[in-house]
């Protein structure tokens, strides 16, 4: 379930709730734990800055070969692989860092978003740090799902998650019908002040914020539950 055990002679690799192994030595403003930037933003853009001018295009591309879900489905990959824990958010409500928690990322006067203008800047919790790191070592983050293809976004990767997304007595997955239609996991009506909404409650927390990923969702779990 937790992926401990699949190396017999390495059995916590590729384990969940484990360190994520890099490929390269950390590299943060203090040495320890401050991301590059935060403490002398002078010598760096803003990451908004950089996704504005370097990672936007007004290009059409289209494609008679492919569509947007051979990308999606690239992303449901990359999350069976890797799920990062976040610092809870709560503190994350002014427009300064908070070590540790919260990065602040600036807004440019001409940025096109209105409600990132109208806020000054973007809140971002910053990932959960290993316990020990950050300190007289540096900060190293956590995987929340096992490093394998075996469909963690789905059916998770610990035994709260199989109790709250699978039936007890069969292990299959819980998938009620909606508007007489399986939905591919449980919906469950949010509480934001949006007419008629609803979203996935799920492993994975990005399959209600985007609906190309909720419909990669939808298609894995019922080829997996078929097959099982």
């Known amino acids: 379930m937790d992926g401990t055990c699949n190396n017999l002679q390495h059995p916590l690799r590729g384990a969940a709730y484990r360190p994520y192994t890099r ?3 950390t590299v943060y403003d203090n040495g320890l734990s401050e991301p590059v930037g935060s403490m002398n933003p002078q010598m760096r853009p803003s990451p908004r800055a950089i996704t504005r001018h370097l ?53 440019a006067s001409d940025d096109p978003n209105a409600g990132f203008r109208r806020n000054g800047c973007v809140r971002v919790s910053r990932s959960s740090p290993i316990c020990g790191s950050g300190n007289q070592k540096p900060r190293q983050q956590l995987n929340e799902n096992t ?11 610990s035994v709260a998650d199989m109790a709250k997304f699978r039936e ?61």
């Open 147 to 157: 490093a394998y293809l075996d469909a963690s976004p789905i059916y998770g990767s």
């Open 23 to 25: 490929l390269l030595p």
């Open 55 to 107: 990672t936007s295009s007004h290009a059409s591309v289209v494609s008679e070969d492919y569509n947007a879900m051979v990308m999606q489905f690239g992303q449901f990959i990359s999350h069976d692989m890797a799920k990062t824990t976040l610092v809870p958010s709560a503190k994350c409500n002014v427009c300064q860092n908070i070590t540790s928690r919260c990065m602040a990322v600036s807004i």
């Open 168 to 228: 007890g007595r069969t292990g299959f997955l819980k998938l009620p019908s909606f508007h007489g239609m399986s939905t591919g996991m449980r919906l469950k009506f949010s509480s934001f002040p949006i007419e008629s909404a609803a979203y996935f409650l799920c492993i994975d927390r990005q399959a209600w914020q985007w609906p190309m990923i909720a419909q990669a969702f939808k298609i894995k779990a019922g080829v997996m539950e078929y097959v099982g």
